[in-house]
């Protein structure tokens, strides 16, 4: 019997991590599925109201009645945690909503046209990037107020250049392909050959990519929420979770903390590995 050849030793040394991949994305699309649909259908799934409050099962650890345990205020934690998620996720799916329509028509704008267009919006890009998006939200929320409306709209703002990025970076590269050049031929205006034939071309490649954007969102509107500018009381949401719960940290009382916590991580893991495999699975390889 011949020896393999490099091509089938490469794929049999490859072929276990991708079979690990593919566990840990059908486990990452699961946790993400359940939590939405937690959050879609929590007040029929919820054992209590999430804003009942009972003094009497003040920080009562997890038992039959309250699975996670209450809080500082006697709340059903787990109750708290299905309708927290309904803020949790919605937010950061509005920002990558709205940030990659915008991301897509700057950098679909910038890359077909280039010029002093693809100048102009490249020195715009580059202010936007000078300051971190949490900032960018916290200002937002010092002029029009805290609440979950001006950190989505700041956020979707900030996260903008980073789509539109590479959309023009994918745009530029498509520009140059034969098929454009005969549909120029055939007498298709240049808006109908970006919008119908290229725009279809880039669009799932930024979307895989912006997909990653989700996990971040969520986290930096969780740290907004858990300083006091983000969701606030008595509205459940697991970031004003984690800040309610800092005063029975020093009594030793750290479930009603830690719970919210490990959603956030878990949620931000799932989506960043679901990001990662979609990017693989469609070739999201950025071009030089």
């Given at each position: 019997m011949s020896a393999p050849t490099p091509t089938m030793a490469v794929r049999m040394m490859r072929a276990p991590r991708l079979k690990r991949a593919a566990s840990w994305y059908t486990v990452s699309l699961g946790v993400l599925v359940v939590m939405t649909l937690a959050a879609v259908f929590a007040p029929f799934i919820a054992p209590y109201d999430p804003n009942f409050v009972n003094l009497s099962a003040v920080y009562q650890g997890p038992s039959p009645a309250h699975w996670l345990g209450t809080d500082s205020l006697g709340r059903d934690t787990l109750s708290r945690m299905i309708f927290g998620a309904r803020t949790a996720l919605l937010g950061p799916l509005l920002v990558v909503v709205f940030s990659t329509i915008l991301g897509i028509l700057l950098g679909l704008l910038a890359g077909w046209r280039g010029g002093w267009i693809d100048s102009v919006l490249g020195r715009l890009f580059d202010v936007i990037f000078a300051f971190p998006s949490l900032l960018i939200a916290i200002m937002a929320v010092a002029l029009f107020g805290k609440g979950l409306v001006a950190p989505v709209i700041a956020m979707s703002i900030a996260?903008?250049?980073?789509?539109?990025?590479?959309?023009?970076?994918?745009i530029v590269s498509e520009r140059s392909r034969p098929y454009v050049a005969a549909y120029r031929v055939q007498g298709f205006s240049g808006p109908w050959i970006a919008l119908r034939r290229v725009?279809?071309?880039?669009?799932?490649?930024?979307?895989a990519q912006s997909t990653l954007n989700f996990g971040y969102v969520l986290a930096e509107l969780a740290g907004l929420?858990?300083?006091?500018l983000g969701v606030q009381a008595p509205t459940a949401d697991?970031?004003?979770?984690i800040n309610e719960a800092q005063a029975g940290l020093t009594g030793g009382y750290f479930l009603p903390a830690i719970v919210p916590a490990v959603a956030v991580v878990?949620?931000?893991?799932?989506?960043n590995i679901i990001g990662e495999e979609l990017s693989d699975r469609i070739g999201g390889g950025v071009p030089a």
């Open positions: 996260y903008a250049p980073f789509v539109a990025r590479l959309t023009r970076q994918l725009l279809p071309n880039v669009t799932p490649i930024v979307g929420s858990f300083l006091g697991w970031g004003a979770m878990i949620v931000v893991v799932a989506v």
